[in-house]
């Protein structure tokens, strides 16, 4: 059974720093991506940053550019997001999500081609 774990949300002055991380219970190169979803209240669930696992390109939403880096880390089978430059509008529930098999990339934002999530990590930034 796939399970993704994510941690370090917290709360932060806008301005302030984040570092989640998604911890999986496989090898995350048996996923094809992996990737960081938010979502706020009132709001779909959108795609924040992508990482191709095998590779390491990336895809971030326009939003967070030069704000967000997605990284990982093979050998602890973790995936990480940190988040610099917070605002609040960055305020939401953070997921994790991996998928297995082929994506284009006009679809590395949404939610819905993804497989497997875990249950979301609060993020919250005040201004």
């Known amino acids: 059974q796939v399970q993704l774990v994510e941690s370090g949300g917290g709360s932060v002055q806008a301005g302030g720093s984040l570092r989640l991380s998604c911890a999986a219970s496989?090898?995350?190169?048996?996923?094809?991506?992996m990737g960081w979803f938010r979502q706020a209240p009132g709001k779909e669930r959108e795609g924040v940053a992508v990482?191709?696992?095998?590779?390491?390109?990336?895809y971030y939403a326009d939003s967070v550019k030069g704000r967000f880096t997605i990284s990982q880390d093979s050998a602890k089978n973790t995936v990480y997001l940190e988040m610099n430059s917070l605002k609040p509008e960055d305020t939401g529930l953070y997921y994790c999500?991996?998928?297995?098999?082929?994506?284009?990339?006009?679809?590395?934002?949404?939610?819905?081609?993804?497989?497997?999530w875990g249950q979301g990590t609060q993020v919250t930034v005040s201004s």
């Open positions: 496989e090898n995350i190169r048996s996923y094809d991506y």
């Open positions: 999500a991996a998928r297995r098999g082929p994506l284009y990339e006009d679809n590395l934002h949404d939610s819905r081609r993804f497989n497997y």
């Open positions: 990482i191709f696992t095998r590779g390491g390109s990336t």
